[in-house]
């Protein structure tokens, strides 16, 4: 039997080893909080685990996948510089202008811009203690 084969057996054994003592020795208190549904710290009452969420969020989810993906794309550059010469400067160039039109197309159209409930609520309170402390004088 060669080392890997043992090391892959020896692993085996120990996972199901480990598994066999958490079931046995973990407690096990069931309880309904700890069953419900539970989803981005909302939970979910009565229907409610269905609501509406904001796109933003995905918006930068797919900027930051187009940015991450600009470079693995510029990376063959980097490491080829020398054998590249202008014309591969020139695409890379023109990509990475491309990339930044977008970006900046998204930046004028607002679609990064996310408003806060949080600072919202925050920036009324202090206007509201400001307007109180006005109106007390």
């Known amino acids: 039997m060669s080392s890997v084969t043992f090391l892959f057996i020896l692993v085996c054994a120990i996972a199901i080893l480990f598994l066999v003592l958490n079931f046995v020795l973990a407690p096990h208190n069931p309880y309904q909080e700890k069953y419900s549904i539970f989803e981005c710290g909302f939970h979910s009452f009565l ?28 990376y063959p550059f980097g490491m080829s510089g020398y054998e590249n ?6 695409i890379v160039l023109l990509f990475i202008g491309i990339i930044t039109a977008g970006f900046v197309f998204e930046l004028g159209k607002g679609a990064l811009k996310i408003d806060s409930r949080q600072s919202y609520n925050y920036f009324n309170k202090s206007k509201n203690f400001v307007n109180t402390f006005i109106e007390n004088k």
């Open 47 to 74: 229907g409610q685990n269905r609501a509406q969420f904001g796109v933003k969020f995905f918006i930068f989810a797919l900027v930051y996948l187009v940015l991450d993906l600009e470079l693995l794309v510029i």
């Open 85 to 90: 010469g202008v014309y591969g400067l020139i």
